[in-house]
């Protein structure tokens, strides 16, 4: 299964902390993980063995959006962060409305993402 994981810089930490907490889950040999690239690194950085795409504003948003609509991307976690405007708002738009318009499960907080990552540890 692939996990894109994505977050505006105001929740980089936040999602970083939520892949070290479900490590376990997020390192099984079943897991792939890919990024926008400075989410990516700061996910290496930690850790995990993550392919990184482009950087959102320079079109990593877009990159996965591509991969939901092959069929490749399997799950998206993308923390959003609510009370900050973003100038690249049309690009992450498209990639809500591609997961949507292909039935991907789609978290933008880490509540919601806690619970589509516990689903994935009750299926093993």
């Known amino acids: ?3 894109a994981v994505i977050a505006h810089d105001g929740k980089k930490a936040d999602l970083v902390q939520f892949l070290i907490k479900n ?3 997020l390192q099984r040999e079943n897991i792939n993980l890919i990024a926008t690239g400075t989410t990516g690194g700061q996910a290496e950085q930690a850790g995990f063995r993550v392919t ?3 950087s959102g504003p320079l079109g990593g948003d877009a ?3 591509g991969r939901v609509a092959e069929g490749k991307t399997q799950m998206v976690f993308f923390f959003k962060d609510p009370l900050s405007s973003h100038p ?3 690009d ?3 990639l809500i409305r591609v997961c949507d ?3 991907v499960p789609l978290a933008t907080n880490e509540a919601t993402a806690q619970l589509l990552l516990n689903a994935i ?3 093993s």
């Open 1 to 3: 299964m692939e996990i």
């Open 23 to 25: 490590k376990a889950i």
């Open 52 to 54: 990184r795409m482009l």
């Open 63 to 65: 990159q996965i959006a």
């Open 88 to 90: 690249h708002e049309a």
């Open 92 to 94: 992450i738009n498209m």
């Open 101 to 103: 318009v292909h039935n």
């Open 121 to 123: 540890a009750l299926q």
